[in-house]
């Protein structure tokens, strides 16, 4: 044998970040579209609304029972939608932060890129509970016009999304917009690295909000980064609601507008609210000079906060739920759910709503594959 021979040279995998990385907005607030265009970043591989989180409750049960890979499949198709197998998971874990840095990392790894975590809505209001398992994250949180989230609710449900054809949804919207900005200034105030990028100078100038995104990461900018065409999205969920960020340009134009006369007020006096509250600094778009209004009564912005409050308690109840009915069960609900959509019995869950105060759903319509609320 020829000791001369020079062995086959294998690729070594990159050194992966020492913490995740969050990419979070509220619902229908422009962190898909800044998704589709980080990732084109060959340094960067974020899962898309994976969500693992909203499974946490199944760490609970004992470590023999604790079928979180399957549970996660079946509730959004996190492995299928990122090319990944759960099989390719270490067996054994049972515990949140360090199943949700295995598949994480791993759709990283298989992409040979460095940075890993997640894109999702679903952190709004809990920023700092993440923070609190992965002390080395950092965060880029994307903000919007609360207007134009609102109207871009309704324009989902007006496509058939049932998740955002719940009555209440806009108005959930609007509310949880103080808490995720309460939940950014206390990762600001422990010192966590957070980059804040506005989703209407990201519309109208993506480069220059690309290259200050690049620079929070440390990692170079490349100028395909400021255009949709080429971006992988394929794992974000099907849908009507997502034809633009699945498009090869950037939609700059106003949308339709579907929101009432009473719910623009509303947004309107809350934006105002803020804006006095944070001395014009927060929320930045619409500007503060456009805001004139009077703040509203207590008892509606009361009735507002308590039904807000009845929304989000329904929504961690719902993924208990689904954490500990038995699989076979759940099948045989969607199993049915389908049947019934098939026979067209099945209309969407609640009639389209033009910000009406009431958050109420039912439980089982919560049942369901959610991606930012997929029906």
Known sequence: MNSDVNPPVTKSQPKLAAGPLFVVSMWRSGSSLLYALLNKHPQVALMYEADLLLLRPVFIKPKSLCDWAERWEFWNQAFERHGLNSDDIPEGISDFPTAFAAAHQLYAQRHSATIWGDKSPNYFDRLNEMADDFPDARFIIVWRNPKGTANSILRAASLGNSYFSRKGAALCGLLGYAVFKKETERLIARGKPVCQVNYEDLVSDPASVMAQVCDFLDIPYENSLSSLEGADRSAIFDGQHHANVKGDTIVRGPRPELLSREFKEKISQYVNLWHRFYCAAWPPYPSALADTPPNGDLLAKLTDSLAYKLFRIRDRVSPIVFSFIPISLLRRYRKSKRRRRA?????????????????????????????????
């Open 343 to 375: 026979a067209g019995n099945a209309a969407q869950s609640g009639p389209v709503d033009s910000g009406g105060d009431s958050c109420a759903a039912t439980l089982t319509s919560n049942l369901r594959v959610n991606g930012e609320g997929r029906a």
